[in-house]
Each structure stands twice: as structure tokens, then as C-alpha cells.
């Protein structure tokens, strides 16, 4: 297993994605925060505090698990494990930073899409990812990358591993 990111590199990313997200996402009082299940989510928690402290607002966020809007979801085991998805606040006209670990197919991000429309119409949604593995299907880009990587054969995995889940850091190639 070939070691991509360290924790300290995974810190210095999120810093550089709070600071594009303030610059950019203007005015911060309109951003809210949606985290893919399961690691998005602690990626999105990391960002939200850090804006936050930063803007000294109270940024809404939201957690989402795409399953049943997969468009695999056919080929997945016969009985998926769907996670409650959390989004307790009024998405329209807000600025939404979706956040996820890996970017590949953009297949995810599309599911996460017509989630995002079900809950009503933001005023624009940003896509942060921690890698971009290149692999593209669709034509989904991040607004805000981590670490691009050459594109990844498919017999290879990118695994990201945070603190609050795996009790280790980083991220790797297997």
C-alpha cells in the first residue's frame, strides 16, 4: 500500500479549502454544508468549523447517503445498506459545498445531485473533493480539490482513512 496523503497533509488541504471556500463562496452567510456519507461527512465537519471560525457564523450542514439514487443501484448487493440522510435546514438560495472524499466517475456527485434537488433549489452548489482520481464518466468537475492524482487503473483502490471512523490517518493506494 502506497501512502498518497499523511494526516498533516490532509490538515494543510482542508486549510487551503476553508480559505478558497471564504475567498470565493461570498457572502459566507448564504453557505451550507452537505457531507457524503461516510467520509464526506467528517470532511465537511472539519471545513464547516474551520469556516466558521473564520466568519464567526453558525453555517448550517447536512449529512446524505446516495444509495437509492445510484444508478447502479441494480447491480449492488440485494439488500443495500441505506444511512439516514440529514438535511434540517432550507436549501434554497444557499450555497452549497458538497463534500466528498474521492472523485472518480462523478457518477456519486450526479446521484448527490438530484438528492440535493429533491430538498428544493440552491443558489449554486460547490463540490469539494479530498482526491480527484481522474476516471471521469460524466462531465463533473470539484470546485475545490485536495490532491489530483494521475488517473488510477480500475484495479486500483484509493482508500481514505480519517481519525473519527478508522482511528488512523491518510490516505493510500492499493
Avoid: W
Amino acid at each position: 500500500m502506497n501512502s498518497i496523503l499523511s494526516k498533516n497533509d490532509i490538515s494543510r488541504i482542508v486549510d487551503r479549502i476553508v480559505y478558497g471556500i471564504v475567498e470565493k463562496c461570498i457572502p459566507p452567510k448564504e453557505i451550507a454544508f452537505i457531507g457524503l456519507r461516510t467520509r464526506g461527512e467528517h470532511i465537511a465537519n472539519r471545513i464547516k468549523k474551520k469556516v466558521e471560525d473564520i466568519t464567526s457564523l453558525q453555517i448550517p450542514s447536512g449529512i446524505m447517503d446516495i444509495t437509492l439514487y445510484r444508478d447502479d443501484l441494480n447491480k449492488l448487493e440485494s439488500n443495500p445498506v441505506v444511512k439516514e440522510t440529514l438535511i434540517n435546514f432550507d436549501i434554497h438560495n444557499k450555497i452549497i459545498i458538497l463534500v466528498d472524499d474521492v472523485l472518480n466517475t462523478g457518477r456519486t456527485i450526479r446521484a448527490a445531485l438530484d438528492q440535493i434537488m429533491d430538498f428544493g433549489r440552491p443558489k449554486s452548489v460547490k463540490l469539494v473533493v479530498l482526491i480527484d482520481r481522474g476516471g471521469r464518466e460524466l462531465p463533473i468537475q470539484a470546485d475545490f480539490t485536495g490532491k489530483k492524482i494521475d488517473p488510477v487503473s480500475e484495479n486500483k483502490k484509493i482508500e481514505v482513512r480519517l481519525i473519527e471512523i478508522d482511528n488512523d490517518e491518510g490516505v493510500f493506494l492499493s
